[in-house]
């Protein structure tokens, strides 16, 4: 288990960009792969993208892909979200995620049951 604190929500209009930010507060001996799920009210808790430990495995939902990026930088313990070109559906509590169900990698199906440590979540609202 570790600390996750997400950061960079807010609102924006439609076209517009946010990048959030998540910091550990420590990685285990095995460096996590780590992920970004949201989810809106009435509705399941949606996997948006993962990366694995070293960074050179990405995994997006359909609905990401094109627009949102993920990357991470170690050294800080630190995960993005770089989302790009965003719409009024993506309006959504983010949050990030670790997970050592693989060791340090990430399965594509972006599986929330396999991650052990999330974050309280950061705020987007897109408004058209």
């Known amino acids: 288990q570790v600390h996750l604190v997400e950061s960079g929500g807010g609102s924006v209009q439609a076209g517009g960009s946010l990048r959030l930010s998540c910091v550990a507060s420590?990685?285990?001996?095995?460096?996590?792969?780590l992920g970004w799920f949201r989810r809106t009210p009435g509705k399941e808790r949606e996997g948006v993208a993962a990366?694995?430990?070293?960074?050179?495995?990405?995994y997006y939902a359909d609905s990401a892909k094109g627009r949102f990026t993920i990357s991470r930088d170690n050294a800080k313990m630190t995960v993005f979200l770089q989302m790009n070109s965003l719409k009024p559906e993506d309006t959504a509590m983010y949050y990030c995620?670790?997970?050592?169900?693989?060791?340090?990698?990430?399965?594509?199906?972006?599986?929330?049951?396999?991650?052990?440590?999330w974050g309280q979540g950061t705020q987007v609202t897109v408004s058209s």
């Open positions: 420590r990685y285990t001996y095995i460096t996590p792969c």
């Open positions: 995620a670790a997970s050592w169900s693989y060791g340090g990698d990430c399965r594509r199906t972006l599986n929330a049951g396999d991650f052990g440590s």
């Open positions: 990366i694995s430990s070293g960074g050179g495995s990405t």
